[in-house]
């Protein structure tokens, strides 16, 4: 098992890696829409999704990995509302389609409207 890190995701806001590699598999923190200053973004909720996203693929990236070869991602939001615009970035990020849940949540760190893990191989 060891830790990956990479500097140009948001860096962790707790106790916890950006993500852990383990068994072949990359296990990436839930990414929330965050520079890699950890400055919270502006923007309406596909901006926001699409730093996410970004996030995600930089972890990869350093891990080794890429966003190919993710094969489930969970996605958190505060308001089913933002539902289909945050759909609509995701889809242009995830095009090989990996399984998928997307569930709302009372609330998410830092006030944040969406949040996204995922698992990938190596």
Same mark, same amino acid.
């Given at each position: 098992?060891? $830790?990956?890190?990479? +500097? #140009?995701?948001?860096?962790p806001a707790g106790p916890y890696?950006?993500? *852990?590699?383990?068994?072949?598999? $990359?296990?990436?923190?839930?990414? $929330?829409?965050? #520079?890699?200053?950890?400055?919270?973004?502006?923007?309406?909720?596909?901006? +926001?999704?699409? =730093?996410c996203c970004d996030n995600i @693929?930089? *972890? &990869?990236?350093?891990?080794?990995?890429?966003? #190919? @070869?993710? =094969?489930?991602?969970? =996605?958190?939001?505060?308001?089913?509302?933002?539902?289909?615009?945050?759909?609509?970035?995701?889809? @242009?990020?995830?095009?090989? @389609?990996?399984?998928?849940?997307?569930?709302?949540v009372h609330q998410l760190p +830092?006030?944040?409207?969406?949040? *996204?893990?995922?698992?990938? &191989?190596?």
């Open positions: 098992m060891s $830790i990956v890190s990479a +500097k #140009d995701a948001c860096p890696s950006q993500a *852990i590699r383990a068994n072949g598999q $990359i296990f990436v923190s839930g990414q $929330i829409p965050a #520079d890699s200053s950890a400055n919270l973004v502006e923007g309406n909720i596909g901006e +926001k999704t699409q =730093v @693929k930089a *972890i &990869l990236t350093a891990a080794g990995s890429s966003v #190919d @070869k993710i =094969v489930k991602v969970n =996605v958190f939001l505060t308001d089913m509302a933002n539902f289909a615009e945050m759909n609509a970035t995701y889809e @242009k990020f995830f095009v090989h @389609k990996p399984a998928r849940s997307c569930v709302a +830092k006030g944040v409207p969406v949040e *996204i893990e995922c698992i990938a &191989l190596e």
